[in-house]
């Protein structure tokens, strides 16, 4: 009953309230508009423009989106009145502004007329018609030419390529490169002339807006009309920002434990929201560390290891349980056969990988031992006659060894080598093209690779090549977050590993992080929660306690990253 009696007044209540709000708004009897009705875009279309015997170009604009975005946009045309997307009709884009479509394969001399078109959830809304005759038909055949991608990216400023390959049936009197920032950029949008004739060519673009993505063509005109190469988009380089919480942290522990340099990235939902680098790249040089240097990532090249195997597993290629050595094992007898009752032979993928392999750096960790030889000479030696302190599968111990072993692994199950399988099947679907094994010495520093320094120890002492699979990749901080987004677990950016395989492993955990410490080198990668990952890179270390310098750089950069209430909406990849 109390239950119906609160029901029963609070209908009376509702029916008042609707009745006095009724009685508020308009007329009796009239009704009362709908303010939350569904509206249509607004959307305007421009004079056709660059009109040839078989083309035209058309532009418009959604002024307005209306009630919803809009998700599709262009011009419709045809030979009548009042064309609409039923009929011919070039997409281009979403969302509100302006943008242009090239209309192809029009009949010469012909009345056209066309409309721009706008499509939200409410409807298709239509601009102003306009109308243009394509030309008469000329003889001969218009130049064909090619796009290059663009090169010299900056904040306004870019270079992009064109390349005549025929002329056609007259001489090129003009060619050049067209853009805009919208697709199918015409000579009546943006263009650079660049001579004529056939041949290769560049065109510098200046004046544009930076962050912002924009689209090239190169044009060639002779008498026949003008031809368009193929398209290319780039984007131009964001404008810089300084977060200067995070930048004084930085700044103060460069000071505090002598770093020449630091260059970080840091990913919040999938976008690479902060990319910044500090000190020196090198300091005999003076020279300013820029984000795209290299650094020594040393023991984060593990986690790229571990990656081309779970890639291997995906794949059907290897199972984590499959034996490494001996009869019937991956490498079989390669480095020779296991001794007989070493328990060798029953060391399998995911004991290296876990590091249970139940071998041990006594006396030495043999990967920074005799450094003048090779991995094949250095894996026989182990396999013969350093002893399992434990059997495999029973104990945890970090061996640099085991990592050096899967490189094998990778190159014996693919008959490519290690650092080519990853390049290709791991780093290439990332978008990551300069990340490769390190050199040695001085005298092999990289381009674009930073200068390492360490008083206690030489930089430069170490065999880097023989370290591959577990210490030897060269990178940026903006290449590794693009490894990152690709094994996080994250829904924007597809990952290379399915979930079912990086859930087992430490890829599984909310918070995980992997550094790396060799001589001159310091570095972090982590993915510190369901939002937010990072990367820290350093060319120094501290001898005395490596842990120190990586520690504190991790709990600092942890705690900078949480305080932040806004950040930046650009994606810097």
């Given amino acids: 009953m109390i239950k119906r009696y609160h029901f029963k007044s609070l209908v009376a209540i509702l029916l008042v309230a609707g009745f006095l709000a009724c009685s508020k708004s308009g007329t009796p009897g009239q009704p009362v508009p709908d303010t939350n009705q569904a509206t249509l875009a607004s959307v305007s279309t421009d004079a056709a423009t660059v009109i040839t015997a078989n083309t035209a170009g058309v532009s418009g604009a959604v002024t307005n989106q209306g009630s919803a975005s809009v998700t599709e946009r262009g011009i419709c045309y045809g030979l009548n009145a009042a064309p609409n997307t039923s009929g011919s009709k070039i997409s281009s884009g979403t969302g509100a502004g302006s943008f242009s479509s090239s209309l192809s394969g029009l009949t010469a001399n012909t009345l056209y007329h066309a409309r721009a078109y706008a499509i939200n959830s409410a409807g298709t809304a239509y601009g102003n018609e306009v109308t243009f005759t394509t030309t008469a038909a000329t003889t001969g055949t218009i130049p064909t030419l090619t796009t290059s991608a663009a090169t010299s990216v900056t904040l306004t400023g870019a270079t992009v390529g064109g390349s ?73 380089t964001a404008a810089p920002i300084n977060i200067a919480s995070i930048d004084n942290a930085i700044a103060a522990k460069l000071t505090q434990y002598n770093i020449p340099g630091v260059a970080i990235a840091i990913i919040k939902d999938e976008k690479l929201v902060y990319v910044k680098s500090y000190g020196l790249a090198d300091k005999e040089a003076n020279t300013t560390l820029a984000n795209d240097h290299l650094f020594r990532i040393a023991s984060l090249s593990k986690p790229i290891t571990f990656i081309a195997i779970l890639n291997l597993v995906q794949a059907g290629t290897i199972s984590l349980n499959q034996k490494v050595f001996g009869t019937g094992g991956i490498l079989g007898n390669d480095y020779g056969a296991p001794p007989v009752g070493s328990n060798k032979d029953q060391i399998t993928v995911k004991h290296l990988l876990d590091h249970t392999s139940g071998w041990i750096n006594s006396p030495t960790d043999p990967m920074f031992s005799a450094t003048n030889i090779t991995q094949a000479q250095l894996i026989t030696d182990l396999l013969a006659n350093r002893a399992l302190t434990t059997v495999p599968g ?34 290439a679907p990332c978008g990551i093209t300069q990340m490769r094994i390190g050199g040695s010495t001085l005298a092999e520093r990289l381009p674009k690779e930073v200068k390492y320094y360490q008083s206690e120890f030489n930089p430069y002492s170490m065999n880097i090549q023989r370290m591959d699979s577990h210490g030897g990749w060269v990178a940026s901080a903006t290449d590794l977050a693009r490894l990152m987004v690709k094994i996080d677990r994250q829904s924007v950016k597809t990952d290379l590993i399915s979930g079912s395989l990086l859930l087992p492993t430490y890829f599984g955990y909310t918070n995980w992080y992997h550094t790396g410490s060799i001589s001159g080198t310091s570095t972090i990668l982590s993915r510190l929660n369901n939002n937010y990952s990072f990367v820290i890179l350093a060319n120094t270390r501290t001898e005395s306690n490596p842990n120190t310098i990586l520690d504190d750089l991790y709990n600092t950069m942890s705690t900078q990253i949480l305080a932040v209430g806004t950040w930046p909406t650009t994606d810097l990849f």
């Fill in 164 to 236: 005549v390959t025929a002329e056609g049936s007259s001489t090129v009197t003009e060619r050049g490169i067209c853009y805009a920032t919208t697709a199918s950029p015409i000579i009546s949008n943006s263009k650079v002339a660049s001579g004529v004739g056939a041949g290769e060519y560049t065109a510098s673009l200046s004046g544009l807006t930076s962050g912002t993505l924009y689209y090239a063509r190169a044009y060639a005109t002779n008498a026949a009309g003008t031809a368009y190469g193929n398209e290319v988009s780039f984007n131009t």
């Fill in 394 to 427: 029973a104990t945890s111990y970090y061996l640099n060894f085991g990592y050096s072993v899967l490189g094998r692994v990778i190159e014996k199950v693919t008959g490519m080598t290690y650092e080519n399988y990853v390049k290709t099947n791991i780093l």
